[in-house]
């Protein structure tokens, strides 16, 4: 199986994809050129994505074929013709192929010159118009957009999501392409991006739902594996629970996964610890768990993150250590009780 690597400055700055890449590469900024069009130059950091990128005009190549020191490490773009004109294999056709087909069709066309040609590709720019799918998609990379494409309509052409995925799809835009048109962007002068989180429950329960996005050139997809919320202390099992495809998880429901409580547990102190966005912190909320069991109050919603802590009973273990202490004396208290 061939494997692609891409490369290139493609209008994203480096702090951008830091946030949103789930992958350890460094990442590619645009300059401008003559006529306002992207120029995109080599970049020592790679982000390795799909083989099946589909190729077209203005894509540039890198082949490596060691055999053939005539195209060996040389850069050929893609004409507006979707044709590279090559040394020794002459004009070729490669918009429409995958990366894999073209290495496929080279390696064909130089075994006629030379014994089992190696031939490998690498992507080193795109064409003006792709897309980034980043993370725990069934076929993340990057995809070429030809026309107008919506959110669903690309999350289908990526086969959706794992199953382990999180149900919470974040899109990046950079300040050039104009913000996110949703009152929930969150716009970073700083950065020069606007992003923005998406439920995937309400893109596939509602019509039209206005979540649906029409994507831009250079946009970033990024979803990241399910979220979880955490019960600690004690319970009769400390627990990380997967959410899945639900966006909470009430406080009843996690502590029944967990096994419930402990002999030792603190029921009338039960605590939710929330993270406070944009620090190391959390905030506490007090949980009235006889209220809850008594249905006079709503079952608290753990949400994405949140831990669940149950504190030990300070009473119930006194208790318990002074019926340990008397249990062990009570030999010593019947042998004294005979001798006298």
Do not use: W
Not at 109 to 131: A, D, G, K, N, W
Not at 176 to 182: F, Q, R, S, T, W
Not at 254 to 282: H, M, P, S
Not at 309 to 328: E, M, Y
């Amino acid at each position: 199986m061939f494997h692609l690597k891409i490369s290139g400055r493609v209008g994203i700055p480096i702090s951008l994809m830091a946030v949103c890449f789930a992958v350890a590469a460094q990442v590619p900024q645009t300059q401008t050129g003559p006529g306002g069009q992207s120029s995109q130059n080599a970049n020592p950091g790679l982000t390795t994505v799909r083989s099946d990128y589909t190729l077209g005009p203005n894509d540039q190549i890198l082949i490596h074929s060691p055999q053939s020191e005539e195209i060996n490490e040389k850069p050929f773009r893609i004409d507006t013709q979707g044709f590279l004109t090559l040394p020794v294999v002459g004009r070729v056709r490669a918009e429409g192929l995958t990366v894999q087909a073209l290495e496929t069709d080279l390696a064909k066309r130089l075994s006629e010159y030379i014994r089992q040609p190696l031939v490998s590709i690498t992507v080193t720019q795109f064409r003006s118009e792709v897309v980034f799918f980043m993370g725990s998609f069934r076929a993340p990379g990057v995809y070429a957009m030809q026309g107008r494409r919506t959110l669903v309509e690309m999350l289908a052409a990526v086969g959706g999501l794992l199953p382990n995925a999180s149900r919470r799809i974040r899109i990046t835009r950079h300040a050039e392409a104009g913000p996110i048109p949703l009152p929930n962007a969150i716009e970073d002068t700083e950065k020069k991006t606007s992003t923005v989180t998406i439920s995937f429950q309400s893109l596939t329960e509602n019509i039209n739902p206005a979540e649906d996005l029409v994507l831009r050139p250079f946009d970033i997809v990024t979803v990241e594996r399910a979220e979880r919320v955490y019960v600690s202390g004690e319970v009769a099992k400390v627990s990380s629970i997967e959410l899945g495809e639900r966006d909470s998880i009430s406080v009843a429901q996690a502590l029944t996964e967990a096994g419930g409580f402990t002999l030792n547990a603190d029921r009338n102190n039960v605590r939710v610890l929330r993270k406070i966005l944009g620090t190391n912190r959390r905030a506490p909320f007090d949980i009235d768990l006889k209220r809850v069991f008594e249905g006079r109050d709503i079952d608290f919603p753990l949400l994405p993150n949140d831990v669940l802590f149950v504190p030990r009973s300070t009473k119930r273990t006194i208790a318990a250590a002074a019926g340990t202490s008397f249990l062990a004396a009570i030999p010593v208290i019947v042998v004294t009780a005979l001798l006298r």
